[in-house]
Structure formats: C-alpha cells, structure tokens
C-alpha cells in the first residue's frame, strides 16, 4: 500500500508535489494529526515523504490523508485506486477480527 502512494505521489507535477507538502503542514487540513515539519518537507523527494507519512501517521491514516490532500490540490482523479486501497484495508482488518473473534468463541463453546 505504500507503493500505492509513492505511485500517486509520482503522478503530481513539480507544483502539485510542492502544494501536496504544503498542506501536510497546515494543522487546519490536518484535523487531529500532527502536522508534518517544513525542515522536513522543504527538500524532500516523494520517497521520502510517504516514508514520513508513514513513520507519522501510521498506514491508514496516511491513505486518507493522501486522499484528503488530493482533493485539496484538485487531482481527485488519482483518488479511485487510493481508495481501493483503503477498502481493501478495512476489509482485510475487518476479517481478521472476524477470524480472532470465531477462535475465541470456538475455544469458548469447545472449552
């Protein structure tokens, strides 16, 4: 999934890359997230920005704040396989908790 974003990432001109940073510093476009450093983005190459989303943010959160800032800066056409992403995400989290929560009750039943 990171590779997806570095992807994205890679889809944005010069200019869309520079507002991308932007807005990961602007604590209004973050709402409860911190907001990323400007000696950190100054010089940054897209790999090194999804390596801080990341290592900041966690994987979901970054998904939707990638999302969140393609909207931003008016690139929603690279938002349909980003979100693909982040369904496939939630569903794969979500049947993992089905699988615990079947052992767990199969171990009470049996138990």
Same mark, same amino acid.
């Given at each position: 999934?990171? @590779?997806?974003?570095? *992807?994205?990432?890679? @889809?944005?001109? @010069?200019?869309? %890359?520079?507002? %991308?940073?932007?807005?990961?510093?602007?604590?209004? *476009?973050?709402?409860?997230?911190?907001?990323?450093?400007? $000696?950190?983005?100054? $010089?940054?190459?897209?790999?090194?920005?999804?390596?801080?989303?990341?290592?900041? !943010?966690?994987?979901?959160?970054?998904?939707?704040?990638?999302?969140?800032?393609?909207?931003?800066? !008016?690139? *929603?056409?690279?938002?349909?396989?980003? %979100?693909? @992403?982040?369904?496939? %995400?939630?569903?794969?989290? !979500?049947?993992?908790?089905?699988?615990?929560?079947?052992?767990?009750?199969?171990?009470?039943?049996?138990?």
């Amino acid at each position: 999934m990171t @590779e997806d974003i570095l *992807n994205t990432l890679d @889809e944005l001109s @010069e200019e869309e %890359f520079e507002r %991308f940073k932007w807005f990961l510093q602007q604590p209004e *476009n973050l709402p409860a997230l911190p907001t990323l450093k400007k $000696k950190d983005l100054e $010089k940054a190459k897209r790999l090194e920005v999804v390596d801080l989303m990341i290592k900041t !943010y966690a994987l979901l959160p970054c998904l939707e704040l990638t999302l969140h800032v393609l909207k931003k800066i !008016y690139r *929603n056409d690279l938002q349909p396989a980003l %979100f693909q @992403e982040m369904l496939s %995400f939630h569903r794969a989290a !979500y049947l993992s908790s089905c699988r615990r929560q079947s052992c767990v009750l199969t171990a009470v039943w049996s138990g």
